[in-house]
């Protein structure tokens, strides 16, 4: 193992910075974010002209949301923002009421809400497993501030609300234009959402313990078992027939080529460059101290504990920055080489996991161990490039096909490996995971928002015990960086 240098014995401009800093600048910062979702909402209402803005709403509301349900398709660009902005006031409210001492895990679970908030998750299905966890606190007489991260991953499970209320007692009887709620639909997501509660606080630490922290999304492992056994349950073990994702006719949307890549692309570079220069302001004008958390392993690292939360901004600036340039790149590939097929742009998926790989960005994930896990995924499409020439095969997907995308965006909470191993494990765990990516879903049958979470978190158990059979030592320690 590599000697490193303590990061204990650096200078930090942060080291007056007290957790009640932290906490304030998280509280201020998730709603200047939600402020800026909905001020994104009004500015893409004018520029879209959407005339059934509320409409788009309600069928947000009111319609099943498996994976992958597009929101800019199902309701629009407005109105998809407007739902990601009230969801994200809801919960920095919730961070506000409940007394909470915002830490990293909080910011992790308040981006994983806004980040399905495009694709799955809306104001009306996120209730239910939230209020499940607060009953669990009640019951078991625990503080619920200690468990406000837990009821925003329980979210997750949004989408088994949504089938409850508009589809599962419905059966083939369900339209979108013509949503209906029946008496035991609403009772059976009751039950589950109160249910879920209780099971998801228990499930967290031995899933944890069993990836022994190498995934990030430690929730999606979790989560993701969970749906496994609701959804063979629900479906398999009642012998109902299998629901599909909801099928959207949106001609005006899908004529266009990237999505709405240039809306996105400005917005989240604003949003980038306004959070960067907010850390750079809070840091004393400075970026002094990034080259530590740059350094860092990210292994059981705390970003916000030990370089506080304007370091923690710059690192959400540049690493979001750099997340923008990748997409914008790997859009274009099939215009380069005319031989793939086309992927997509910003649809609201899309958007979504821009949020999604920043989760951790306060708590583990910076740009230098996430590049290996990106390198690993362009190393599987290019063996497949290549085997698919030789086979005279038809090359089946490209970077910027939707769950390659959807899949990296989770697959960077699989950097503890690089920050551990180095870069050849990291290249690797990228790998592993880009393979499995695509298959992961039919095993909770796309009820599981964090599918991704779910997908890192299988890649965690199959390459730990590899590493650890041919002793593969970590070069790193974890509370060491290298220089």
Same mark, same amino acid.
């Given at each position: 193992?590599?000697?490193?240098?303590?990061?204990?014995?650096?200078?930090?401009?942060?080291?007056?910075?007290?957790?009640?800093?932290?906490?304030?600048?998280?509280?201020?910062?998730?709603?200047?974010?939600?402020?800026?979702?909905?001020?994104?909402?009004?500015?893409?209402?004018?520029?879209?002209?959407?005339?059934?803005?509320?409409?788009?709403?309600?069928?947000?509301?009111?319609?099943?949301?498996?994976?992958?349900?597009?929101?800019?398709?199902?309701?629009?660009?407005? /109105?998809?923002?407007?739902?990601?902005?009230?969801?994200?006031?809801?919960?920095?409210?919730?961070?506000?009421?409940?007394?909470?001492?915002?830490?990293?895990?909080?910011?992790?679970?308040?981006?994983?809400?806004?980040?399905?908030?495009?694709?799955?998750?809306?104001?009306?299905?996120?209730?239910?497993?939230?209020?499940?966890?607060?009953?669990?606190?009640?019951?078991?007489?625990?503080?619920? /501030?200690?468990?406000?991260?837990? /009821?925003?991953?329980?979210?997750?499970?949004?989408?088994?609300?949504?089938?409850?209320?508009?589809?599962?007692?419905?059966?083939?009887?369900?339209?979108?234009?013509?949503?209906?709620?029946?008496?035991?639909?609403?009772?059976?997501?009751?039950?589950?959402?109160?249910?879920?509660?209780?099971?998801?606080?228990?499930?967290?630490?031995?899933?944890?313990?069993?990836?022994?922290?190498?995934?990030?999304?430690?929730?999606?492992?979790?989560?993701?078992?969970?749906?496994?056994?609701?959804?063979?349950?629900?479906?398999?073990?009642?012998?109902?027939?299998?629901?599909?994702?909801?099928?959207?006719?949106?001609?005006?949307?899908?004529?266009?080529?990237?999505?709405?890549?240039?809306?996105?692309?400005?917005?989240?570079?604003?949003?980038?460059?306004?959070?960067?220069?907010?850390?750079?302001?809070?840091?004393?004008?400075?970026?002094?101290?990034?080259?530590?958390?740059?350094?860092?392993?990210?292994?059981?690292?705390?970003?916000?504990?030990?370089?506080?939360?304007?370091?923690?901004?710059?690192?959400?600036?540049?690493?979001?920055?750099?997340?923008?340039?990748?997409?914008?790149?790997?859009?274009?590939?099939?215009?380069?080489?005319?031989?793939?097929?086309?992927?997509?742009?910003?649809?609201?998926?899309?958007?979504?996991?821009?949020?999604?790989?920043?989760?951790?960005?306060?708590?583990?994930?910076?740009?230098?161990?996430?590049?290996?896990?990106?390198?690993?995924?362009?190393?599987?499409?290019?063996?497949?490039?290549?085997?698919? /020439?030789?086979?005279?095969?038809?090359?089946?997907?490209?970077?910027?096909?939707?769950?390659?995308?959807?899949?990296?965006?989770?697959?960077?909470?699989?950097?503890?490996?690089?920050?551990?191993?180095?870069?050849?494990?990291?290249?690797?765990?990228?790998?592993?995971?880009?393979?499995?990516?695509?298959?992961?879903?039919?095993?909770?049958?796309?009820?599981?928002?964090?599918?991704?979470?779910?997908?890192?978190?299988?890649?965690?158990?199959?390459?730990?015990?590899?590493?650890?059979?041919?002793?593969?030592?970590?070069?790193?320690?974890?509370?060491?960086?290298?220089?």
């Amino acid at each position: 193992m590599k000697k490193a240098v303590l990061h204990k014995h650096l200078p930090h401009p942060n080291v007056g910075v007290s957790h009640d800093s932290n906490h304030r600048i998280i509280v201020f910062y998730t709603l200047f974010l939600s402020l800026a979702l909905l001020v994104a909402s009004v500015v893409a209402f004018f520029s879209t002209h959407e005339e059934q803005f509320l409409q788009g709403l309600v069928r947000i509301l009111t319609s099943p949301s498996k994976l992958v349900t597009d929101y800019f398709a199902l309701g629009g660009l407005a /109105s998809t923002f407007l739902n990601a902005a009230i969801c994200g006031l809801a919960c920095n409210f919730i961070i506000r009421i409940s007394k909470v001492k915002a830490n990293a895990t909080t910011f992790a679970g308040y981006m994983l809400v806004i980040a399905h908030c495009f694709y799955g998750l809306n104001f009306l299905n996120m209730w239910p497993s939230f209020f499940g966890v607060v009953t669990y606190c009640l019951v078991r007489k625990k503080k619920f /501030s200690e468990h406000v991260h837990i /009821s925003f991953f329980s979210t997750a499970l949004a989408p088994f609300i949504s089938e409850f209320l508009f589809r599962y007692t419905l059966s083939e009887n369900f339209s979108a234009e013509q949503p209906q709620i029946t008496v035991l639909g609403v009772c059976l997501a009751l039950i589950f959402g109160l249910a879920s509660g209780f099971v998801v606080p228990a499930l967290l630490p031995g899933t944890t313990s069993m990836h022994r922290g190498f995934n990030l999304f430690k929730a999606g492992l979790a989560i993701g078992i969970l749906g496994i056994f609701l959804n063979a349950f629900l479906f398999q073990s009642l012998g109902l027939e299998q629901s599909e994702a909801l099928k959207i006719y949106n001609p005006e949307y899908y004529a266009l080529p990237y999505g709405y890549r240039g809306f996105v692309s400005v917005f989240f570079a604003c949003l980038f460059v306004f959070t960067l220069a907010l850390g750079f302001f809070l840091n004393g004008r400075s970026l002094k101290g990034y080259k530590a958390l740059y350094n860092s392993t990210g292994y059981g690292v705390d970003f916000l504990d030990k370089f506080k939360m304007p370091l923690c901004l710059i690192n959400i600036g540049i690493y979001g920055l750099l997340i923008i340039a990748y997409l914008n790149i790997v859009f274009i590939l099939p215009e380069i080489f005319p031989a793939l097929p086309n992927g997509v742009g910003f649809t609201g998926a899309t958007t979504g996991v821009v949020f999604a790989a920043l989760t951790f960005a306060a708590d583990g994930q910076q740009p230098r161990t996430v590049f290996p896990i990106v390198i690993g995924y362009v190393v599987l499409f290019v063996i497949m490039c290549i085997i698919c /020439s030789i086979a005279d095969l038809v090359i089946p997907w490209t970077l910027s096909t939707q769950a390659y995308i959807n899949g990296l965006a989770f697959a960077t909470g699989l950097c503890t490996f690089s920050g551990k191993y180095g870069f050849k494990v990291g290249v690797l765990a990228g790998f592993l995971s880009a393979v499995i990516c695509t298959s992961t879903a039919t095993m909770h049958g796309g009820f599981v928002l964090y599918n991704g979470g779910f997908t890192a978190g299988l890649t965690a158990l199959v390459l730990l015990p590899i590493l650890d059979f041919y002793n593969v030592k970590p070069r790193f320690d974890s509370d060491e960086f290298h220089n």
